[in-house]
């Protein structure tokens, strides 16, 4: 492990404006994606939808790194370029999904696990090959009114993840740490805090234990938030507030950035959420995005798998990252939304 590579790297994709497109939909994700716009849902229809998004112009100020799956990372422009060499000419450096998506976890109802630790070490060295310089394994927490999640759930999630972390330092790639609580549910904002804090004490603990440097990786964690069918649901500043305590007594200082993941919430409360935390004033980390749905679903709306709808597509993705830029400094504001840049 060169800690100094890894410190770089993850310092470059965080770095000023900078935060994460995730564009690491599995196929059957991608699949639930295009079907929204009615799009058949083939290796070309993907191919391209991704061609659109990583040849958008422009947006090298605002996108530090790119999550690719597996078969994009083996794609290429239709000129013939691969996708990763195209993001390194760029500057914007290209990472992979490694997980193998969540599963009922055993003897515990309604509680999952995330597959893929078995033969990690060798499809990471072959993804190093392919240009991935960083990686990305997502666990899932869910809450329930009652007994979910359960310690035992957190914990095997939790070690899942380091020992993926560990792997990947080996050879030479910053692990992103994606423990996710999920915001469906009816729960209350200071429940998920509570749940949040929980799930990083003892995800910081088994990293440490697994001896994962922290120096040498992100974290991608769930804004605290209320469930989704909460009737109260927090405002802006509630959830700002309520993140950065829950991060600042839980996340080592040591760690080069935050890149949070949007869940499910709009775009726009995404982006107003990263803004209020980077108002807030100086964290111990860089404050940053790894969206999939807040920055693709505008676009996904304007594309249509429609030709004719490129370029708007493209000015629409555009304008998402350059916001979000902008939340990243704390110098976005709502009135924005649908002005011209
Ligand atoms: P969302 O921003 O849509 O939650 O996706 C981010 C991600 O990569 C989830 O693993």
Not at 34 to 45: G, N, P, Q, V
Not at 80 to 87: R, V
Not at 244 to 260: K, N, Q, W
Request: net charge negative; glycine share 8%; proline share 4%.
């Amino acid at each position: 492990m060169n800690i100094d590579e890894l410190k770089s790297v993850a310092s470059a994709i965080v770095a000023q404006q900078k935060g994460i497109l995730a564009a690491d939909e599995s196929g059957p994700t991608i699949k639930k994606r295009f079907d929204a716009i009615k799009l058949e849902c083939t290796e070309e229809s993907r191919r391209r939808y991704r061609e659109i998004l990583l040849t958008t112009e422009g947006v090298e100020p605002y996108i530090g790194g790119v999550i690719l799956y597996d078969e994009t990372l083996r794609q290429s422009c239709a000129e013939g370029t691969p996708f990763a060499e195209l993001l390194t000419r760029r500057g914007i450096i290209p990472g992979i999904k490694v997980d193998g998506g969540a599963k009922p976890l055993a003897l515990h109802a309604g509680e999952k696990i995330t597959e893929g630790l078995d033969g990690l070490r060798d499809r990471l060295q072959e993804y190093r090959q392919l240009g991935a310089r960083f990686a990305k394994w997502r666990g899932v927490i869910e809450i329930n009114e009652s007994d979910i999640p359960s310690t035992s759930a957190i914990q095997a999630n939790a070690h899942a993840l380091a020992r993926y972390a560990a792997l990947c330092q080996e050879v030479g790639i910053v692990p992103i740490v994606e423990p996710e609580v999920l915001m469906d549910g009816s729960h209350n904002i200071e429940r998920c805090e509570a749940v949040t804090s929980q799930v990083l004490e003892i995800v910081f603990a088994e990293l440490d234990a697994q001896r994962v440097a922290f120096e040498g990786m992100l974290l991608k964690p769930n804004m605290v938030i209320a469930g989704m069918k909460c009737a109260q649901q927090a405002d802006v500043q509630q959830v700002a507030e309520a993140t950065m305590r829950c991060l600042a007594r839980y996340v080592p200082a040591a760690v080069p950035g935050i890149v949070f993941l949007s869940g499910g919430q709009s775009a726009q409360d995404a982006t107003a959420h990263l803004n209020a935390m980077n108002q807030l004033g100086a964290h111990p980390w860089p404050v940053s995005f790894s969206y999939g749905r807040a920055l693709q679903a505008p676009v996904l709306m304007a594309w249509k798998g429609l030709e004719q709808n490129v370029a708007e597509a493209q000015k629409t993705f555009f304008r998402r990252c350059q916001l979000n830029g902008l939340a990243r400094l704390g110098k976005y504001d709502s009135a924005m939304e649908g002005a011209s840049p």
